[in-house]
């Protein structure tokens, strides 16, 4: 199993601009979480989807962060314009959620993108 | 709601001594327990979980943790540290609302002294 697929791995870009984020979980998995990672405010979830539907986007933290999962394979979270202050280390995850709530049970983690905003 | 609470943003231990990492709960229904590992610059891993069946739960790299219900606790141990369980720790409850998203504590570091 190649678990969980992140890319880019490193995404470097200058204030201003559009940063696209993107995921591909696990085979079977029909729920998907983004996270962030900062010294500062520690593991944040941002938006996570259920059979494709966004369930919680309570995370996100403006209008200028957006996500979509067109399909059970992929997802994006998309940055525009990205800001300094946007730096952090993304992760996405995947579980296989029950039940039409789409109950949680263990995440598996990608390796994350860390992005730098200059 | 649920929430989740982990003593210690640190935790220093010598290497072939007790690895305690503490971590207690609130949840209004049974709750899904969960730790997780990061290595460095690496994603979070499952370490164990618990799941309303035996209390001791043992996971992976000779980690275990204990449910107290009277204690709101999900305490975390190892018998012996190793150098290799220098990683950040987090704990976390599986919630009961909005499709029962997953809670995550605030983590803590844990560092190993040869």
């Known amino acids: 199993d190649a678990g969980v697929i992140q890319s880019p791995r490193h995404e470097v870009t200058e204030m201003g601009q559009e940063v696209t984020l993107r995921c591909k979980p696990i085979s079977g998995h029909n729920s998907l979480f983004w996270y962030r990672q900062t010294m500062m405010r520690g593991l944040e979830l941002l938006i996570y989807?259920?059979?494709?539907?966004?369930?919680?986007d309570s995370g996100m933290p403006e209008d200028r962060f957006s996500a979509k999962m067109p399909n059970a394979s992929f997802s994006t979270l998309k940055i525009q314009p990205s800001e300094p202050r946007d730096s952090a280390v993304y992760f996405c995850a995947s579980s296989l959620g029950r039940g039409v709530a789409g109950i949680q049970e263990t995440q598996y983690f990608g390796p994350g993108t860390r992005l730098l905003v200059l | 709601a649920q929430s989740v609470t982990q003593l210690g943003s640190h935790v220093s231990v010598s290497e072939g001594a007790l690895v305690l990492l503490r971590c207690n709960y609130s949840s209004s229904v049974p709750p899904y327990l969960f730790w997780y590992v990061q290595y460095p610059n690496q994603g979070l891993q499952l370490l164990l979980k618990?799941?309303?069946?035996?209390?001791l739960v043992k996971g992976i790299n000779g980690f275990e943790a204990e449910f107290k219900k009277s204690e709101t606790s999900f305490h975390l141990t190892k018998p012996s540290a190793h150098m290799s369980d220098a990683a950040e720790y987090f704990c976390?409850?599986?919630?009961?609302?909005?499709?029962?998203?997953?809670?995550f504590g605030a983590g803590t570091r844990l560092f190993v002294k040869a």
């Open positions: 989807f259920n059979n494709n539907v966004p369930i919680d």
């Open positions: 976390a409850v599986r919630g009961n609302t909005g499709g029962f998203k997953t809670i």
């Open positions: 618990y799941t309303s069946a035996a209390t």
